[in-house]
């Protein structure tokens, strides 16, 4: 079983830059695929980019798509999403989720992942 633990998250201007860190305990992360996903409040939990085990794949939501970049450092046992170009209606709790083998081919499903880390809040204001 692994455990996740989110960092990074704070509050930045419109068009401003954060790294979100995943951080995994329990068991390797190069055993898992890692979604990243968020909630605002009052809306739906949305998948918003994942990366398979290996790093060889990645996906992204069309609302992200060329702002957001996941990648990972296994041997840190660490997943990281670089955020960029943020604006207002990124504000949001930023959790991150593993599936075992998870392959990642499409923007992530939050019913395809076991394990989920507490959040790590991202507030974007001016």
């Known amino acids: 079983q692994v455990q996740l633990v989110e960092s990074g998250g704070g509050l930045v201007q419109p068009g401003g830059s954060l790294r979100l860190s995943c951080a995994a305990s329990?068991?390797?992360?190069?055993?898992?695929?890692i979604g990243w996903f968020r909630q605002a409040p009052g809306k739906e939990r949305e998948g918003i980019s994942c990366?398979?085990?290996?790093?060889?794949?990645?996906a992204a939501a069309d609302s992200v798509k060329g702002r957001f970049t996941i990648a990972r450092d296994n041997a840190k046992n660490t997943v990281y999403l670089q955020l960029d170009s943020l604006n207002v209606e990124d504000t949001a709790v930023y959790y991150c989720?593993?599936?075992?083998?998870?392959?990642?081919?499409?923007?992530?499903?939050?019913?395809?992942?076991?394990?989920w880390g507490r959040g790590t809040q991202v507030t974007v204001s001016s």
């Open positions: 990366i398979s085990p290996s790093g060889s794949s990645t």
């Open positions: 989720a593993a599936r075992w083998g998870h392959s990642c081919r499409v923007a992530p499903s939050s019913s395809a992942f076991s394990y």
């Open positions: 329990g068991s390797a992360l190069a055993n898992y695929g």
